[in-house]
């Protein structure tokens, strides 16, 4: 199961960099102009698409058609960007990653590192065993109706329902699997939807016991195994922690909006939490919110702050993996801000960083170290 990647690109250096250090993470490479790039995406499906910025207009286009041919939205895309100054809009148009040119191999190799192990993430949750069984669901405060699952992974379903459902919207659904002793029921999120009433439905709030088992039974019944689980992204600075959030350094940050695993581990505690990329800044680190969604998992962080406090001078150590491209609704409090939420003038800065530039940012960051605002 070779991943596959499209390099939209006239640029004959940045092609001579990028196609060995992408051919050396196990990518398949096919390369072509903006011209045809439009009807490569619409006969193949590519795990990831990188276009070259030189002609932004163009480039906007591949980056859309990339992001609407994938009924998942799981394709991962890389913009080459020449103007720094540039790289906010990228990311709005729907990069996930940018590299700086002229390319060299260092800065890629770092940057498709953390790609790639997006990739296998996203080539893994996207890995769905067809079954076709009745269900229930019943979109929330709507009325229940009649499904059939069309197929089954352990993150997601598509389904065909009986009245068509809206992108966004949550819904419960109820059903068995063959040969499995669990009665699923779950709750989950429209990612996707078309007029016929077929939709992608991405699972919210799976008990861990659901997930174990969905897990086994997508494995005991796939025609093919799935890929391997991604390695932690290695060589990690934590530089900023508190209750909500950290901030860390590394060379392979992980997109926007993504979800990540972080382990943080000191002497001979550890504490893992899941969170959102709330900014990323190419090349040189990342700031994460934690899926602090209950006064449980904001006590484990609290002891590990603690636990650093008490031990001036310990330096943890952290394991970041990719959980998915995009973070299901469940990690974005943003828009519901808890009442009770303390007050945390880092993850502040973390969900406000969109008008600030990278050195913006960083300045605001080192200056609430400096007056240790940011408290344990």
């Given at each position: 199961?070779?991943?596959?990647?499209?390099?939209?690109?006239?640029?004959?250096?940045?092609a001579a960099?990028?196609?060995?250090?992408l051919?050396?993470f196990?990518?398949?490479?096919?390369?072509?102009?903006?011209?045809?790039?439009?009807?490569?995406?619409?006969?193949q499906k590519?795990?990831?698409?990188?276009?070259?910025?030189?002609?932004?207009?163009?480039?906007?286009l591949?980056?859309?058609?990339?992001?609407q041919?994938?009924?998942g939205?799981?394709?991962v895309?890389?913009?080459?960007?020449s103007?720094?100054?540039?790289?906010?809009?990228?990311?709005g148009?729907?990069?996930n990653?940018?590299?700086?040119?002229?390319?060299s191999?260092?800065?890629?190799?770092?940057?498709?590192?953390?790609?790639t192990?997006?990739?296998?993430?996203?080539?893994?949750?996207?890995?769905?065993?067809?079954?076709?069984?009745p269900?229930?669901?019943?979109?929330?405060?709507g009325?229940e109706?009649?499904g059939?699952?069309l197929?089954?992974?352990?993150?997601?379903?598509?389904?065909?329902?009986?009245?068509?459902?809206?992108?966004?919207?949550?819904?419960?659904?109820?059903?068995?699997?063959?040969?499995?002793?669990h009665?699923?029921?779950?709750?989950?999120?429209?990612?996707?939807?078309n007029?016929?009433?077929?939709?992608?439905?991405?699972?919210?709030?799976?008990?861990?016991?659901?997930?174990?088992?969905?897990?086994?039974?997508?494995?005991?019944?796939?025609?093919?195994l799935?890929?391997?689980?991604?390695?932690?992204?290695?060589q990690?600075?934590?530089?900023?922690?508190?209750l909500?959030?950290c901030?860390?350094?590394?060379?392979?940050?992980?997109?926007?909006?993504?979800?990540?695993?972080l382990?943080?581990q000191?002497?001979?505690?550890?504490v893992?939490?899941?969170?959102?990329?709330?900014?990323?800044?190419?090349?040189?680190?990342?700031?994460?919110?934690?899926?602090?969604?209950?006064?449980?998992?904001?006590?484990?962080?609290?002891?590990?702050?603690?636990?650093l406090?008490?031990?001036?001078?310990?330096l943890p150590?952290?394991?970041?993996?990719p959980?998915a491209?995009?973070?299901?609704?469940?990690?974005d409090?943003?828009?519901?801000?808890?009442?009770e939420?303390?007050?945390?003038?880092?993850l502040?800065?973390?969900?406000?960083?969109?008008?600030?530039?990278?050195e913006?940012?960083?300045?605001a960051?080192?200056?609430?170290?400096n007056?240790?605002?940011?408290?344990?």
């Amino acid at each position: 199961m070779t991943l596959q990647s499209l390099l939209v690109s006239k640029d004959e250096q940045a092609a001579a960099v990028l196609t060995p250090v992408l051919t050396g993470f196990g990518l398949g490479v096919h390369c072509c102009g903006y011209a045809d790039a439009l009807g490569r995406m619409t006969d193949q499906k590519f795990d990831a698409v990188i276009v070259d910025y030189d002609d932004p207009h163009s480039a906007g286009l591949v980056l859309q058609n990339a992001y609407q041919s994938s009924p998942g939205h799981n394709t991962v895309t890389i913009a080459l960007l020449s103007d720094q100054t540039k790289v906010r809009s990228v990311f709005g148009a729907g990069a996930n990653f940018v590299l700086y040119k002229p390319i060299s191999e260092q800065p890629a190799q770092a940057t498709l590192r953390a790609a790639t192990a997006l990739m296998k993430r996203e080539r893994r949750r996207s890995f769905r065993v067809p079954v076709q069984i009745p269900l229930q669901l019943q979109v929330e405060n709507g009325s229940e109706m009649e499904g059939i699952m069309l197929d089954l992974s352990e993150d997601g379903l598509d389904l065909l329902a009986a009245t068509p459902l809206c992108p966004g919207a949550i819904i419960n659904a109820h059903f068995s699997l063959p040969a499995c002793d669990h009665d699923m029921r779950i709750r989950g999120e429209v990612a996707w939807a078309n007029p016929n009433g077929e939709s992608g439905v991405r699972f919210v709030d799976l008990a861990e016991h659901l997930r174990d088992a969905l897990r086994s039974w997508v494995l005991k019944n796939a025609p093919e195994l799935p890929p391997e689980e991604s390695d932690p992204v290695s060589q990690c600075k934590l530089t900023d922690l508190s209750l909500g959030g950290c901030y860390v350094e590394t060379e392979s940050p992980f997109p926007e909006r993504s979800g990540i695993v972080l382990c943080l581990q000191a002497e001979d505690m550890e504490v893992q939490t899941e969170g959102l990329v709330r900014v990323m800044h190419p090349g040189h680190g990342m700031g994460i919110e934690f899926a602090s969604r209950t006064a449980e998992q904001r006590e484990h962080v609290g002891k590990f702050l603690e636990f650093l406090t008490s031990r001036p001078g310990t330096l943890p150590q952290l394991l970041i993996t990719p959980r998915a491209l995009a973070a299901a609704a469940e990690y974005d409090h943003s828009s519901a801000p808890d009442a009770e939420e303390p007050d945390d003038p880092l993850l502040e800065l973390l969900r406000n960083h969109e008008s600030m530039s990278q050195e913006e940012f960083l300045r605001a960051l080192r200056e609430q170290r400096n007056s240790e605002v940011t408290s344990s």
